[in-house]
């Protein structure tokens, strides 16, 4: 079966093709339209459909639309209810439900020659679900999932388990309760972008202590299997902050507040479900609140689970890759886990060097790209990394990444300088896999950085860049037989310096979704003070371009 996902309600629009159970493409509108999240995360804009990346998705695959038998649609009309009746101040709440009833229409327009008869409604919240539990490696056993969100149609969470690619749904907790709506107000009183910036009050939460998690308990509140939030006056614990303004003592505390009680009770939630699930061993999480990488690495290390996977794109944007598992499931196909999220869009090395030409940019062809870069590495240089698929999800993961050395104090200065993002923000390293244990504890495999680790004492002096205010670090594990190009770069940066680690983060700047394509990663080179592009197998230097270095 050919299965095409959409997600479009919310916010980061995506698409997603799901052939015979497994996904062969997949990724976010704006990687397309350059635009960060693809649109703004309100109603009137839930009309807008992730049409570039649908049709490219389509197009990769060789696929025309009538080859399609079922376009999954990650939101269901028909169970929505008046946002009063939900609880919910949204007086615009029924235009976005009517525009996903007639979302079968504007898919119809924006893919040419689709039927509308073969979109299908999934409920949000399955969708989510579908894309941690169809999409997580093999258990052989029982998967307990657990979906934590915003909002979906009336609810905000779903607890259930997945036996033999079924989902039981065990408990869902109805609207207005919500852990992220209550992290999106949160995000702004503190005068972040909601639905966007919550990664960054996780950052904050680590300069506070949490002051007010006593008041915090009485305010969100565990019930069997769900959770009741009641009004927060955030003004009594922190006064409000203006678009981008200073940030005091006093949110960092009530930001560590927020974070402590979240993970309170998403572990309270997560042994209701062992127990509700039978005892499954393995738990797969999705929804906004999972990109809470503080809060994971709790679940994991505090949790029942002996293993605990998070869907790579937890937010909205993994629910058209849910959507399409599920559908593909309803019409008889068997998931298969996905390996990696490379799933966007690549370029073959001629396509590469065809475009390097045009850019009239000097440029070699090394014996071994990840030789070059980490030489330009160990020279404390930064390197801009463009290697095959883009990444689905929020994070880079090698394919699409900025890389600096780890061992310099200030690099964390330089980087948050060229990608001009807020000092307090902590860059990441990817690891060996196989050095993991030595360096750091916690979760292992990583391969999607969605936790954080301690950091050994023995090692933080070593790897400053990349150990946080609170000692701790978002480490990507790096995995040869799925990743050889990035393991080889370590191993050579190893010999070079001694140390397993590189700094990895997001091949972007400042409020720009992450580049894409090649002629991006020529532009962003262009514009900030790297020193190295490593696009495919091709090296050019800043220095061969009469830079400063
Ligand atoms: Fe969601």
């Avoid at 939460?205 to 927060?232: C, N, W």
Wanted: hydrophobic residues 45%.
């Amino acid at each position: 079966m050919r299965v095409l996902g959409i997600n479009a309600i919310f916010h980061d629009p995506a698409a997603a093709l799901v052939v015979d159970g497994r996904v062969v493409a997949a990724a976010e509108e704006e990687r397309f339209s350059r635009r960060k999240h693809g649109k703004r995360p309100v109603p009137f804009s839930a009309w807008e459909l992730p049409e570039l990346s649908a049709a490219w998705c389509l197009a990769s695959a060789g696929i025309d639309v009538d080859g399609l038998d079922a376009v999954a649609y990650s939101f269901d009309p028909g169970l929505c209810r008046d946002a009063d009746e939900l609880g919910l101040s949204d007086p615009w709440d029924w235009l976005r439900v009517d525009y996903a009833r007639r979302a079968p229409q504007f898919l119809a327009a924006a893919l040419p020659g689709l039927d509308p008869e073969k979109v299908r409604f999934v409920p949000h919240h399955v969708a989510h679900a579908a894309s941690a539990g169809l999409a997580a490696p093999p258990a052989g056993d029982d998967t307990a999932v657990l979906v934590l969100d915003g909002r979906g149609e009336v609810a905000s969470h779903l607890a259930g388990v997945y036996r033999d690619g079924r989902l039981s749904p065990l408990h869902s907790q109805q609207l207005p309760h919500s852990l992220g709506l209550l992290y999106e107000d949160l995000t702004r009183h503190l005068g972040f972008l909601h639905s966007s910036d919550e990664y960054k009050v996780m950052a904050l939460a680590s300069y506070g202590r949490p002051k007010h998690l006593g008041m915090l308990r009485e305010l969100v509140r565990v019930t069997d299997g769900g959770f009741q939030v009641e009004r927060i006056d955030w003004t009594s614990m922190a006064k409000a902050v203006a678009a981008g303004g200073e940030l005091a003592e006093e949110h960092a505390d009530l930001a560590s507040s927020v974070q402590a009680r979240l993970e309170e009770v998403v572990l309270d939630l997560s042994r209701w479900l062992y127990d509700a699930s039978g005892g499954a061993p393995t738990l797969a999480v999705a929804g906004g609140v999972a990109l809470n990488c503080v809060a994971n690495a709790r679940l994991a290390a505090e949790g029942p689970y002996r293993d605990v996977w998070v869907q790579p794109a937890a937010g909205d944007a993994g629910t058209a890759l849910g959507a399409a598992l599920h559908v593909a499931g309803e019409l008889g196909d068997r998931s298969v886990p996905m390996a990696g999220a490379d799933l966007g869009r690549g370029w073959s090395d001629e396509e590469l060097e065809a475009e390097l030409r045009r850019a009239a940019l000097p440029y070699t062809r090394p014996a071994s790209i990840a030789a070059e870069a980490a030489r330009v590495l160990a020279d404390n240089g930064i390197v801009a990394w463009y290697q095959g698929r883009s990444e689905y999800g929020p994070r880079a993961l090698g394919h699409r990444s900025l890389l600096a050395h780890p061992g310099d104090p200030d690099t964390t200065r330089r980087m948050n300088d060229v990608k001009g993002r807020e000092q307090f923000r902590p860059i990441a390293p990817m690891v060996r896999a196989e050095r993991f244990a030595e360096l750091f504890d916690g979760v292992y495999p990583s391969p999607y950085m969605l936790f954080v680790h301690r950091v050994r004492p023995e090692w933080r002096d070593r790897i400053p860049a990349v150990t946080h205010v609170d000692g701790t670090a978002r480490v990507q594990t790096v995995h040869p037989e799925t990743e050889p190009v990035v393991a080889e770069l370590l191993a050579e940066f190893e010999r070079r310096t001694g140390l397993p680690v590189v700094v990895n983060t997001s091949l972007n700047t400042a409020g720009r979704p992450m580049v894409d394509t090649p002629r991006e990663a020529m532009e962003l080179f262009g514009s900030a003070p790297v020193d190295l592009l490593a696009l495919g197998p091709f090296a050019v230097h800043r220095r061969a371009l009469g830079g400063a270095r």
